[in-house]
Structures are given as C-alpha cells and as structure tokens.
C-alpha cells in the first residue's frame, strides 16, 4: 500500500471515492481516464476496507455480569449465513 494508504483516514478516503464515482457516472471521461479513475477508486475502497476492519476490531461491547458488575468483551459481529 502507498504512503498516502497508509496515512489516509476513512473520511478521506469515502470522500474521494465519492468523487470517483461522480466523475465516473458523468460518461464524460476518456477510456484512458475513466480506467486511472477506476483504479483509484479501487484503492479508495481498499483503504476503507482496512479502516472499517481496524475500527471493528478496536469496539468492545459492555456487558453486566450477574454480580451487577460490568465488563467489557471484544465485539463479534454476527456472521453471514
């Protein structure tokens, strides 16, 4: 992953996505453009791939144990059937 990959937030990355795909639906592109534009998009959605997966991984639910105490667990999202 480049430089820009790897200090790029989330944000970033969905807004320029965004644009992407903006400039994409216009069909006012070259192929030549419309391929290098298709590619960065690409890269955008792999990086915010990453970042909603690290995120994901850093949420912990709280759970009241049966004492009336709380805890904290890692979160586990449901899986696909």
């Given at each position: 992953m480049s430089q820009e990959g790897k200090e790029?937030?989330?944000?970033?990355?969905?807004?320029?996505?965004?644009?992407i795909v903006g400039?994409?639906?216009?069909?006012?592109?070259s192929l030549e453009a419309a391929l290098k534009q298709y590619e960065e998009g690409v890269r955008m959605a792999d990086i915010c791939s990453k970042r909603l997966s690290e995120a994901q991984k850093r949420v912990e639910i709280l759970?009241?144990?049966?004492?009336?105490?709380?805890?904290?667990v890692p979160f586990e999202p449901k899986k696909k059937k």
């Open positions: 790029m937030e989330f944000e970033a990355a969905l807004k320029k996505l965004e644009d400039h994409l639906e216009t069909g006012d592109l759970i009241k144990t049966g004492a009336g105490k709380f805890k904290t």
